[in-house]
């Protein structure tokens, strides 16, 4: 396996010396036809972005694509519904609206408008839904018919051993003997973000959960339950921690308020950027075949199989990322209602005797709490 | 930087879309799933803890069978043993029995011999004395029917009974 790897990157070493000659001699033509170039950001940021229709390939200079509804609220004009082809891919203006250099869709008067428009995301997620609910409902279904002593089979069968992780080792551990009013909702994020996940790794498929508005969503859900599920133990820890001195009361007491907050907007970046990251290193490696090519034609076919090596690498890579995150997701989820439904143990009678002999303790708790946000 | 910004659309749509998955699946999938799953479970855990005290109980009367087996071994030695002293016993008894009833048989008789022999002899003796009392009336009286014969009769057992 090293040899291999070592000749991996003696190829690659190779590859990227030898042409680095033939960049330099091609730089000089590149300067005079700055078309003939391949914009590789305008490729990836073109992709990682939402669109307002499903873009599969170009074909003779012409965009091959699906277009989809669009839905924009006007203050004055009221709601507008039409598809996207009328945009003609941002060539023309439709009803007064159009397309700007983002791809967003601008009042050609200046008013701020909702755009609430099933975009590519959106009809990514639907089709995800669509799976999702096609998938868990016929499990379900075969659990009802077999009845419960019966052992799964088929799809069943590979589901299986997710939910009974999800509900050991994520929700068990965290939520105590509670975790079966949680179950539902811990299950339900874990799917969605995985199938998402998953889809989103299709080629042509949608940049879903490396979008910051998906990723706000799902952790404002988590952030409501966590708030909600909130007993008196933990706002009384959370505004009034007892056994601490005044003075540092209020600097804790603010501290720990933005925790909360902190806790959610954490999971929200955390899933985004992971995916994000994803999307873009693979497109990147991708697009270095094009790069090449742009700069010499046996150079781009040259590196085709250093691009693919890293491609396929990255997909394997991306596969686990996708599971990965959803478990982290769910995890940090499940940890958090935990510590908002703890209830008062037997050791806060001896609370304050507790912090007043190691009031280090109290800070290492943060720390240690800091740390899971990390 | 428009990577950070939210889009209120996607946000809003992201949003509809996982609460009506979370109700739908709640309901329809996530509901029975995990009953199932748990029903699974403890119906597996019943049986085990079933099997257990089968198991246990299947023990315990083997163990039972086993102390039965012995005591009955144990009680048909005995009832062996019994019968057999009951048996030499009773032989014994009907040995030692038998031989006193037989010596007091053989005795009985021997003294019944004894006795019919002796009374045999006596009545043997007495019909002897009668006859030969009756022979010699005969003979006398046939002897003695002259004076003189019976004179020379009595002088000749005179002279007899002075010679024993």
């Known amino acids: 396996m090293l040899t291999i790897c ?61 277009p989809l509804p669009v839905i924009v609220y006007h203050p004055q004009k009221g709601l507008s519904v039409f598809s996207s082809a009328r945009f003609h891919h941002g060539h023309e203006s ?28 959106v009809t990514s997620m639907l089709i995800s839904v669509i799976l999702l609910l096609l998938i868990m409902t016929s499990v379900a279904k075969k659990y009802k018919k077999n009845g419960a002593m019966k052992a799964p089979s088929g799809f069943q069968n590979a589901l299986e051993p997710v939910i009974v992780f999800v509900r050991d080792e994520v929700a068990k551990p965290n939520l105590g003997h509670k975790y079966m009013r949680y179950m539902p909702l811990l299950l339900t994020v874990f799917f969605f973000i995985w199938i998402n996940n998953l889809l989103g790794l299709l080629p042509g498929g949608a940049n879903f959960t490396g979008n910051i508005a998906v990723t706000a969503a799902l952790s404002l859900i988590s952030f409501i339950v966590i708030v909600f599920s909130g007993n008196k133990h933990f706002w009384g820890h959370l505004f009034n921690p007892p056994g601490v001195p005044f003075g540092i009361k209020l600097l804790l007491v603010p501290i720990e308020i933005i ?50 090596a890293f491609a396929i690498f990255m997909f394997f890579l991306e596969l686990l990322v996708a599971a990965i995150q959803a478990f982290i997701f769910t995890n940090l989820t499940a940890v958090f209602i935990g510590q908002a439904i703890e209830e008062a143990h037997h050791h806060d009678h001896e609370h304050e005797e507790y912090h007043a002999k190691h009031p280090i303790t109290g800070q290492g708790y943060n720390v240690s709490e800091q740390e899971i946000i990390a | 930087m428009d990577l950070l910004i939210p889009d209120l659309g996607l946000f809003f749509w992201t949003l509809l879309a996982f609460l009506v998955v979370l109700f739908i699946l ?49 009680e048909r030695t005995q009832m062996l043993k019994e019968a057999k002293e009951t048996k030499d016993r009773i032989i014994n008894e009907a040995k030692e029995q038998a031989k006193t009833e037989a010596n007091k048989i053989l005795e009985d008789t021997r003294l019944q011999i004894e006795r019919q022999k002796m009374a045999a002899m006596t009545e043997v003796k007495n019909e002897i004395g009668n006859l030969a009392v009756e022979v010699a009336e005969k003979i006398l ?12 009769f009595v002088q000749m057992l005179a002279d007899e009974i002075k010679l024993n």
Do not use: C
């Open chain 1, 6 to 66: 070592k000749r991996l990157f003696a190829v690659l070493f190779f590859i990227v010396a030898g042409f680095s000659a033939f960049a330099s001699e091609e730089h000089a033509e590149a300067a005079h036809g700055e078309k003939k170039g391949f914009n590789a950001s305008e490729v990836i940021f073109g992709h990682i972005g939402d669109n307002h229709d499903w873009h599969f390939f170009d074909w003779n200079g012409h965009p091959v694509s699906m």
């Open chain 1, 94 to 121: 439709y009803e007064g609206y159009a397309l700007n250099e983002k791809n967003k869709i601008v009042s050609e008067d200046g008013v701020a408008i909702k755009d609430f428009s099933i975009t590519k995301n």
């Open chain 1, 259 to 308: 925790s909360l907050f902190i806790k959610p907007i954490a999971l929200m970046i955390r899933l985004f950027a992971n995916i994000l990251a994803g999307h873009i290193i693979i497109l990147s490696v991708i697009s270095m075949i094009f790069i090449f090519g742009a700069l010499n034609a046996y150079a781009g076919w040259g590196f085709v199989p250093v691009s693919l």
């Open chain 2, 26 to 74: 709640k309901k329809f999938a996530w509901g029975p799933i995990v009953k199932a799953l748990q029903e699974r479970e403890s119906g597996i855990a019943d049986s085990i803890a079933a099997a257990e005290k089968v198991k246990a109980e299947m023990q315990q009367m083997q163990a039972q069978n086993e102390s039965l087996l012995i005591q009955a071994r144990e």
């Open chain 2, 141 to 152: 009286r046939k002897q003695l029917a002259g004076q003189e014969a019976q004179q020379g």
